[in-house]
């Protein structure tokens, strides 16, 4: 099924003077110009377009990458302010209108915002900075471990919020980031939690997620063994936790972290806590 402001695969009609003429099947003839098909196009020829509507609001075809497309979120420059809203450059001619509605703040030409795309009740491609608007209406599909891509979003007291493959919220930590990370930076990143709520706990590192995971079931099953109590804390040696455990201060510091947040641990500043399971209940 075809969609504006995707890729869609469609076949060559016709040849004319001025480009070719695309199969939309029940939308019609889609022109391709000239100046974005490929050397060597003939009728009969399937092609990867992207499909949206020029300046005159006719729909058309290209074979050009726009940076967002519908569904996607992007970090852009604003090139223009009108009396109908902010434009973006997205790549392509024809600029990517953010309505005044779809404006979290007053957008400001040269500054860059993150955005998400989408196609409007008027059949329009236009872009939200309003992102809560748009993301996460859909459950999160996801297990520990998984890759994803990210996007940042904002920075808060906790680290930093990003988009989780274009669709949900996530948040790493910043207690488990050791680089800087701005607004739009793209990143893979690996899921550590899905919290209740839906939003994801994300780690950059895979190795590090690894690490922190091993090492965490060693300090539970530590913890259980000596009654659900340990005299490490994160302020302890580091020659302490590498003698218990064979890892460094950091790693340590990152495993238990992790399980603090999982609920599973109590930190105090005599050590560690277990925290109880709780018995199981009849439905």
Known sequence: MMSLGTLNT??????????????GESWGEILLPNNVAPAGLQPGQQLNVFLYLDSEDQLIATTERPKVMVGQVAYLPVVASTKVGAFLDWGLKKDLLVPFSEQQIPLKV?????????????????ASTKLDRHLHKTAAPYKE???????I?????LGYKAVVNHQHFGVLYKNEVFKPLRRGDKLTAYVVKVRDDGKLDLRLNKATF??????G????KQLKANGG??????????????????????AFKQAIGTLYKERKI?????????????PATDA
């Open 217 to 220: 079931n060693q300090i539970l």
């Open 229 to 250: 109590k340990l005299a490490l804390t994160d302020k302890s040696a580091p020659e302490l936790i590498y003698q218990q455990f064979g890892a460094s201060k950091k």
């Open 266 to 278: 109590v930190i105090t500043e005599q050590g560690l806590l277990l925290v109880p399971e709780q």
């Open 153 to 157: 979003s904002e920075q808060t007291d």
């Open 110 to 126: 040269g500054q860059h915002y993150l955005v998400y795309c989408y196609v409007d009740v008027s059949n329009r491609i236009v």
């Open 210 to 215: 690894e690490q922190a995971n091993v090492l």
């Open 10 to 23: 469609l076949t060559v009609k016709k040849q004319v003077k001025f480009g070719f003429y695309l199969d």
């Open 145 to 151: 471990g998984d890759k994803v891509e990210v996007i």
